[in-house]
């Protein structure tokens, strides 16, 4: 099984490449939603990119108040 | 509208604001593209019913009809919330909910018209198909979903139960534990998890949905429309008592003050994430 770090890497390549943001430019505790310019709706497309990539279901609730690459990469984590 | 004339309909698109179609070949496309998102408020309910009645007369030369919407974030994220508090705060709660209760009854009718045409419907769905959006989709008789498509019915969260026919049309296509997992929590499910429990027929590439969508219509010319129209009134009977029901328990919960409370939050919120349940 993967990693966390190794999720968190391919979360941050996943969100650079989709909403077309230099990978250089994101950290692991970036505020997604300033880094990415990203509003609510933008925000779901994140959520299922990721249900997508790592064949998880992630329910919204758990995601509220997460705002972090990092934090974001545990929730998908423990879904792996 | 040239009415009585298949070839101008075929030939001339009846584009209003917020929504357009056309009929080509025995297809009738219906064009959501009313910003941001689709929302159906009091103008997104007229240009639906004059569509409904413009189905009428076109469905006897179709076979199909193709639900989609032009615009980025998706199908269409629901009820507008933000013109229904609006009008609430605009009057006291007898006429609001009064308002309420004739919106209801009048996107009932529009999506009661659609569910039974006798010609097979097809939703192309991407990105929030939320709340009313989700419940236009379902009274599609197929739902193609492009695999960015999430579904969601986020009601609970202004104390309040999906009004346009959601539950009940749900719980005709899906089992009783579906219906009360995305009711009771809110949460909203990708098409892949859509697929996988029954609602979702196609899952295809980011944009393609209305390629399918065209694809499936273009096989649906292929059978005799009696038949297909003898065999989905069979088979796909309008929950009638259920829908009545809806209306009635969305009313009732409407007059409290704990929907004001949501609706306001929910209008005035800086939260990222307001569409979030």
Redesign the interface.
Known sequence: MQTTDQTLEEILTLAAAHFKVPRQKLAPDDDF?KTLGI???????L???L??HFHV?L???E??GV?DFRTLAEKVQARL | MHEGNSTSIASCPQISEGLSWTLHEGVIELALHRAPCNEIGTASLEELEKFAVALESMQAEAHALIIYSEMKPGFCAGADLRELYRRSQDMEMAAAASGVRDFLERIHCVLNLIDAAPLTTIAAVHGVTFGGGFELALACDLMIADKMARFCFPELRLGLIPGFGGIPRLKRDLGNAVVRDLLLTGRSMNATKAQQIGLVSQVVGEGEALRAARATAAQLRKFDRATAAAAKKFIKPIPQGELRQEIDIFCELFARPAVQAGLRKFVESRDAQPYLP
């Open positions: 939603f509003d609510s709706l933008q925000t779901l497309d959520l299922t990119k249900e997508n279901e329910p919204d609730y995601l509220q705002s």
